[in-house]
């Protein structure tokens, strides 16, 4: 059963560290998206990709968040520096086209103190 | 572009009781629909999916939902629902033919009482 993973599944930092969260698609599939949950602003698109290439990335703070993927088999998602208010879930999804459904890893949630 | 409303941010149901939950959408032509569970602590996972065809989709967990073109809805049905089935639930909606991502709606809260 072919499954998008992500790691680590939790993570707490103090303000100003470096955060990296990384996810493995599911194999085959060209989309990649990352997305940022919280209680008060629910779940947010950060960045999306196909075939590697970053197609929009206008839901992320630009100068703290950036997101790669340096192979078909994974996407990063980094923060540099932390703040308390990046405190989240942050979910990785794959699919097999844009429009077409998306596949959600468990998340890693963040605590940034 | 394509949007997604879900009008109900709660709704409580006893168990065993028949669920609704509704989803309306805005797009020009057939759009692709979906709705997704979330449980606590968990990602999202796909409760079933309508591109095209019988306007009835019968999805896991024992769910359905209906394609109305005319009220522009994609409403999602349990006959009877189960404890187990407290969570959250969110439609999406995407451009079927066009190339673009799948826009989703805030999401309903669903909460069982025993």
């Known amino acids: 059963d072919a499954r998008v993973t992500q790691t680590p599944r939790h993570k707490v930092t103090e303000m100003g560290q470096e955060v990296t969260m990384r996810c493995q698609p599911i194999?085959?599939?060209?989309?990649v998206f990352w997305y940022r949950q919280t209680m008060m602003q629910g779940l947010e698109l950060l960045a999306y990709?196909?075939?590697?290439?970053?197609?929009?990335d206008s839901g992320m703070p630009k100068d703290r968040f950036s997101a790669e993927m340096p192979d078909a088999t994974l996407a990063t998602l980094k923060i540099q520096p932390s703040e308390p208010r990046d405190s989240a879930v942050y979910f990785c999804a794959s699919g097999p086209g844009l429009a077409n459904e998306q596949f959600f890893g468990p998340g890693t949630r963040l605590t940034v103190l | 572009a394509q949007s997604v409303t879900q009008p109900d941010i709660h709704i409580t149901v006893s168990e065993g009781a028949s669920l609704e939950l509704r989803c309306n959408y805005s797009?020009?032509?057939?759009?692709?629909l979906f709705w997704y569970v979330q449980s606590p602590g968990q990602g999202l996972q796909l409760l079933l999916k309508?591109?095209?065809?019988?306007?009835l989709v019968q999805g896991i967990k024992g769910f359905e939902a209906e394609f109305k073109r005319s009220q522009s809805s994609f409403n999602l049905r349990k006959p009877s629902v189960h404890w187990s089935d407290a969570a959250e639930y969110f439609c999406a909606v995407g451009a079927g033919n066009r190339d673009d991502k799948i826009i989703f709606g805030k999401g309903t809260r669903l909460h069982i009482l025993p």
């Open positions: 194999l085959g599939h060209n989309t």
């Open positions: 990709f196909r075939n590697r290439a970053p197609l929009d």
């Open positions: 309508y591109f095209s065809g019988d306007t």
């Open positions: 797009y020009g032509a057939t759009p692709y």
